[in-house]
T-cell receptor, first 112, second 114 residues
Framework: DAKTTQPTSMDCAEGRAANLPCNHSTISGNEYVYWYRQIHSQGPQYIIHGLKNNETNEMASLIITEDRKSSTLILPHATLRDTAVYYCIVRVASGNTGKLIFGQGTTLQVKP | NAGVTQTPKFQVLKTGQSMTLQCAQDMNHEYMSWYRQDPGMGLRLIHYSVGAGITDQGEVPNGYNVSRSTTEDFPLRLLSAAPSQTSVYFC?????????????FGQGTRLTVV
């Protein structure tokens, strides 16, 4: 699985968009980009994933660059409850073992 | 739908004691995994299973044993607890053949070894 690089921490004002970057320059053609978050030492929670195209769901948007070497998770209107550690992970989706290799993640602090 | 259930939520052990952390899922998922998380760090994979009767080692398997006799359960055994195993343990499950699916995590077991 490809390695990812994320900033250690970020701040965001409540109500503003939070843009969390992730570099994955060694990503392979069949590897997806996944985002999880962990709030207050709870179990990690799935947010979104994508392969090539940008994706959006009720929680967030995922923007993947054309060369797929980086991506950005966007929380459009951050709230205090979005304060968490956000993990960017790349892995093969179909037929893999279900393993997730976590890095250090980005600690997002949403401030009033 | 309970999802992934871990028991106990908290546990204190003395060095050398043994115990089993329980993990059960009711989603009929083939894949199950165990992770540990030390303070200020990301999760590290201990062991994983791709189905009943099949297990394999992850990044940090030493000191832990697993077995998978049923699809639903994936217990993690500490044979002789050490202070270095003080950590928060998370179990996860995921469906196998539905393409790009997400993993579901339990709420964790907080283990202290004194």
């Amino acid at each position: 699985d490809a390695k990812t690089t994320q900033p250690t921490s970020m701040d965001c004002a409540e109500g503003r968009a939070a843009n969390l970057p992730c570099n994955h320059s060694t990503i392979s053609g069949n590897e997806y980009v996944y985002w999880y978050r962990q709030i207050h030492s709870q179990g990690p929670q799935y947010i979104i994933h994508g392969l090539k195209n940008n994706e959006t769901n009720e929680m967030a948007s995922l923007i993947i660059t054309e060369d797929r070497k980086s991506s950005t998770l966007i929380l459009p209107h951050a709230t205090l409850r979005d304060t968490a550690v956000y993990y960017c992970i790349v892995r093969v989706a179909s037929g893999n073992t279900g393993k997730l290799i976590f890095g250090q993640g980005t600690t997002l602090q949403v401030k009033p | 739908n309970a999802g992934v259930t871990q028991t106990p939520k908290f546990q204190v052990l003395k060095t050398g004691q043994s115990m089993t952390l329980q993990c059960a899922q009711d989603m009929n998922h083939e894949y199950m995994s165990w992770y540990r998380q030390d303070p200020g760090m990301g999760l590290r994979l201990i062991h994983y299973s791709v189905g009943a009767g099949i297990t394999d080692q992850g990044e940090v398997p030493n000191g832990y044993n697993v077995s998978r006799s049923t699809t639903e359960d994936f217990p993690l055994r500490l044979l002789s607890a050490a202070p270095s195993q003080t950590s928060v343990y998370f179990c996860a499950s995921r469906a196998r053949w539905t393409g790009d699916t997400e993993a579901f995590f339990g709420q964790g077991t907080r283990l202290t070894v004194v």
